[in-house]
């Protein structure tokens, strides 16, 4: 199916900045949504931010005016810029993409992935 691969998490201190990206392989056929996701420890999984294949983003409430979602659709990835980072955005953070692949019968079919999540910590 397809497959998720992210990147760029780390420690930093309050104040800081990362980018996330994650990329998407396989036999893809066309992806719509793409978004991140974070989970504290103890948490449920949350929604941080998501951008449709037009562009269109959205954010959750306690990281807008920091961070931004972007995608590149030639590359098949998204990327979540991060900044002035706070220690409640400790998490791990997720990517997260559906769409349509190409089944090996040559139908093409519905998926949605998950990255396997990459730690950010915010510490001094």
């Known amino acids: 199916q397809v497959q998720l691969v992210e990147s760029g998490g780390g420690l930093v201190q309050p104040g800081g900045s990362l980018i996330l990206s994650c990329a998407a392989s396989g036999s893809i056929s066309r992806i719509n949504a793409m978004g991140w996701y974070r989970q504290a420890p103890g948490e449920e999984r949350d929604v941080v931010a998501g951008?449709?294949?037009?562009?269109?983003?959205n954010y959750a409430d306690s990281i807008k005016g920091r961070f931004t979602i972007s995608r590149d659709n030639a590359k098949n990835m998204v990327y979540l810029q991060m900044n002035s980072l706070k220690p409640e955005d400790t998490a791990v953070y997720y990517c997260?993409?559906?769409?349509?692949?190409?089944?090996?019968?040559?139908?093409?079919?519905?998926?949605?992935?998950w990255g396997q999540g990459t730690q950010v910590t915010v510490s001094s």
């Open positions: 951008i449709t294949s037009g562009g269109s983003t």
């Open positions: 997260n993409v559906d769409g349509w692949y190409r089944s090996g019968t040559g139908y093409t079919r519905p998926f949605n992935s």
